[in-house]
């Protein structure tokens, strides 16, 4: 049902199984204990580096299977996205699983979408169990949107580091914790932003908006989350994102948590501002809270994924960035008496 | 609730109001009286092609809520998507608006992915209105996909010609006819096709796929309906979806239909094998076939928009074709009671 803009389900939707896979310089970060699975092959065994893509997706799906001891014919829809042209990093990973398939782009907020899509399907009884999934890599990243890797070229201090990471979650309409209860679709805003070497202050405004109509339409306070955690705004986003809020009257100090921010050790791995790209929020929900709930150590959190809805050529005609932000509610067992 | 591999929604739903708009040479086609409006500037008064595509898609949204009487309040989430990398023509289009934004990618099938998702938002309760909005530009898509307009490249015979086109739809939980009443996710085929002036023959497979498995799920025979459209699989991919359907016993011979090969007249207007683009299967949806369910002239029609998802490069790296096919059944007032 809706409730004010946002939705909540008629019932707690398990997140059934869940996994995640990140690359090597992922695994190097203090997030390295909680992945399922670190690769040191850049290539996962591939020709280049958007076949890699592809498959570190399709592989991640077929854990996150693994551990539910599902088989692909258990699974009505995969809800999938990625920030490769055309969303070719999901098209070629879901290729040869004759699942069902709904594209999505919602640049690095893909992850909270596919949820909430996956979600809808299965509350709304159109799937019993329905896959969100998304990935990024650093060297697809790279050569699309900025540079050649061999060409070295300098980022700034703003600048976010493109993940090798992808996450995928299994949502049911009948399973165990941790659950998925409701969420809020994003508005974009675009306040004219226009360096793409900072797009955290790009996405910041909407994931301050998108935060706010949620508490408002829930009558929730920060303090009713253990964590209110967005993805990926950084070093320089995050701070952004807290003086919105607070200019509202708002106050997530205490709750709020970044993925960008938690992936890497900006002292010691060189990626300045933080984190970032569709697998880095979904590696680290996968990962790490989605456990946490499950185990009853967090009960309640808001995953606020955010996105930068530019292309390579967009800033180039003068164009501004256009940032969204798409939130999930997740709660433990635990959590559902909240 | 899911019938098989299909959906069927708990009540009909209104389309609520629908508009289309195209360009100059798909205006001078068979289907120009059908059109809201033909706009003979290209460039809708913008800078570049790309703002130009973002344009069309809003004017597109903006008539079809003017048609409605309609607000952007009231409507609770745009659904919308289009063929340029990162789908900014849709960003671009949808960021004035301040509506909730779902981004999808589904290539050229993206109008009947944007309306299912549309359909379910609403029939699940999640929203009372969601619009599913769409566009293709010629000029964004050739020098994309292919090369400079000022190249002068020579087109083969089964290329098709991407449309400057848009359609939008406004799917509601109340109001009259036409109706959406189910559809059916498009799973990806992919037969090998690696000839990227073919699409037709690429997305054909889909399109037997998904049209034979909801006539199944849905146990209906090609005569219940009064038209299968695909959009669009053009002149060379209409008779291979024929032939392959054939082959499982099924002959929709008197019921096909394609909105590439009603697009363009083949002999006067040198489009080869037919239009092709999001906006192409969306503006005849919205301006030739909504019209007449909603006149009863017609009564029950499958839409099943079909897309290619491959990029400009996974080609030059190799790779196949997938094509997927995603389907929503349209019926009139009278219709309701078959």
Chains 1, 2 share one sequence.
Not at 35 to 59: C, H, M, V, Y
Not at 74 to 96: E, H, M, P, W, Y
Not at 279 to 300: D, F, T, V
């Amino acid at each position: 049902m809706r409730i004010g803009s946002s939705i909540a389900f008629s019932q707690p939707r398990s997140i059934y199984s869940f996994a995640s896979v990140v690359g090597q310089k992922e695994g190097e970060g203090p997030m390295k204990q909680y992945f399922d699975r670190i690769e040191k092959d850049p290539t996962f065994g591939e020709k280049n580096w958007e076949k890699a893509e592809s498959r570190l997706q399709s592989e991640t799906l077929a854990l996150a299977l693994q551990k539910g001891r599902l088989q692909q014919i258990d699974i009505d829809c995969i809800v999938a996205g990625d920030l490769i042209n055309q969303c070719t990093g999901s098209s070629f990973a879901v290729r040869d699983t004759k699942i069902p398939y709904l594209g999505v782009y919602g640049a690095c907020s893909t992850m909270a979408e596919s949820l909430l899509v996956a979600g809808i399907l299965t509350d709304g009884g159109y799937s019993s169990k329905s896959a969100a999934v998304t990935s990024s890599h650093f060297s697809t990243a790279e050569r699309q949107f900025r540079f050649p890797l061999s060409y070295g070229g300098q980022r700034t201090p703003t600048a976010q580091w493109t993940c090798t990471a992808s996450g995928a979650a299994v949502v049911s309409a009948e399973g165990g914790a941790p659950f998925l209860v409701g969420g809020c679709i994003g508005k974009i805003a675009d306040l004219g932003v226009t360096d793409t070497s900072n797009m955290g202050a790009a996405m910041a405004p909407a994931a301050a908006d998108t935060i706010m109509r949620y508490l408002q339409d829930t009558q929730t306070k920060p303090e009713d989350y253990d964590a209110i955690v967005t993805g990926d705004l950084g070093n320089v986003g995050s701070p952004l994102l807290l003086d919105l809020l607070l200019k509202q009257g708002i106050n997530i100090r205490t709750q709020h948590q970044d993925c960008g921010s938690l992936m890497f050790d900006e002292q010691t791995q060189d990626t300045h501002a933080g984190g970032s790209g569709c697998g880095c929020s979904a590696s680290i929900l996968c990962g790490y809270y989605l456990p946490k709930l499950q185990n009853n150590e967090i009960h309640r959190i808001l995953f606020a994924a955010t996105g930068a809805l530019l292309s390579a050529m967009s800033p180039q005609q003068g164009e501004s960035i256009p940032g969204i932000c798409h939130l999930a509610e997740l709660r433990s067992q635990e959590g559902l008496t909240c």
